[in-house]
């Protein structure tokens, strides 16, 4: 249910309404519009109907059901689009494009560096880099961990830019949080509900990747996970999705992005080097999320894709990237963002 209060309710009515909603047994999540605030009631969807009741208290305007199963992600809650910083400044959801990059593994230190330093210089404002890698393979390289989060927070130091890094275990969200601004979640990871909860818990942004069998509903209802723990900070990512083409590594569902335009208020990225894995291919399929209406981009880029200890077919070289960034501008400023 969404309670609507009255345009200049009271704090103290405000209150009591929360109050209530958790007598009912349901949690209150208070959306802050800028003429009037709206409550969003979530639990048990069975006794919903005594919420009505709510209609009555001063300074209530409106009890209305929320008709998707999602509640806190969808528009129906909070119509218009959410925008939040993710470290040092950077502003996601807003008229800026933001585009993260780097490499699908931290290494080295001259790696890393270098190529914060590059990506920076090309207009990148947040530096992507892996330091707990999932893989398919056990014997494939699976990150340098603890250490990789020392050499990503050394190259935020370096350069000032916000860092992104994925956590894959329960047991390890409060180590990646003392190093990464943003926390993400990868696509095997996006019905492991037990992680899901803890980073609702702590006040980092989450970039959520979509699973690559997930549809939009699936994907929605894990960031509700999140949300519905009380962390507002989620972010979405469209990472291609497996169908029955070989030619690319993953389908990137371009029209993923529009429809969760429509259905949902939160930032929206793209991940084109995991959806195509070609680094030929993913400048492209960059130009097109723009158009499509992404927030943001995360780009793989590796100073030596032929040396990289993951993914270096799909990595763009620092000067590709560059050369990338120049023609994105472009592209951004017909969708209306700024780069």
Avoid: W
Avoid at 168 to 177: G, H, I, S
Avoid at 197 to 219: C, H, N, W, Y
Avoid at 285 to 296: I, P, R
């Amino acid at each position: 249910m969404i309670i609507v209060m009255r345009k200049g309710a009271s704090k103290e009515e405000l209150a009591e309404v929360k109050k209530r909603i958790r007598e009912y047994g349901y949690k209150p999540h208070v959306i802050h519009g800028e003429t009037r605030n709206v409550i969003g009631a979530v639990g048990d969807e069975r006794g919903k109907l005594v919420l009505q009741a709510l209609q009555a208290l001063p300074g209530v305007e409106n009890v209305v059901p929320i008709l998707k199963p999602y509640k806190l992600a969808s528009r129906e809650i909070k119509p218009e689009p959410t925008s939040f910083e993710i470290g040092c400044g950077v502003t996601i959801g807003g008229d800026s494009l933001v585009v993260m990059a780097g490499p699908c593994a931290v290494e080295s230190e001259e790696q890393i560096l270098e190529t914060a330093h590059a990506v920076k210089a090309a207009g990148a404002t947040v530096l992507r880099g892996g330091a707990f890698k999932p893989r398919t393979s056990p014997y494939s390289f699976q990150g340098m961990e603890e250490d990789g989060l020392k050499l990503l927070a050394l190259a935020r130091e370096a350069t000032g830019l916000p860092i992104v890094t994925e956590v894959v275990n329960p047991r390890d969200v409060e180590l990646v949080a003392r190093y990464a601004d943003i926390m993400q979640v990868g696509a095997r990871n996006v019905q492991n509900f037990a992680l899901l909860k803890m980073l609702g818990q702590i006040d980092k942004p989450v970039l959520l990747k979509r699973g690559m069998a997930s549809t939009i509903q699936e994907f929605l209802m894990s960031a509700e996970y999140i949300l519905s723990e009380g962390n507002r900070r989620v972010i979405l990512c469209e990472r291609g999705i497996r169908t029955f083409e070989t030619a690319t590594r993953n389908t990137l569902d371009i029209s993923a992005v529009p429809v969760l335009r429509e259905q949902t208020h939160l930032p929206i990225v793209v991940d084109p080097s995991h959806a195509t894995g070609h680094a030929s291919l993913v400048p492209s399929m960059c130009y097109a999320s723009v158009a499509a209406g992404c927030d943001g981009l995360i780009v793989e880029v590796h100073p030596h894709p032929e040396k990289a200890a993951s993914d270096g077919p799909q990595s763009l070289r620092p000067e590709d990237f560059a050369a990338m960034m120049i023609k994105l501008r472009a592209f951004a400023a017909v969708a209306g963002k700024s780069l």
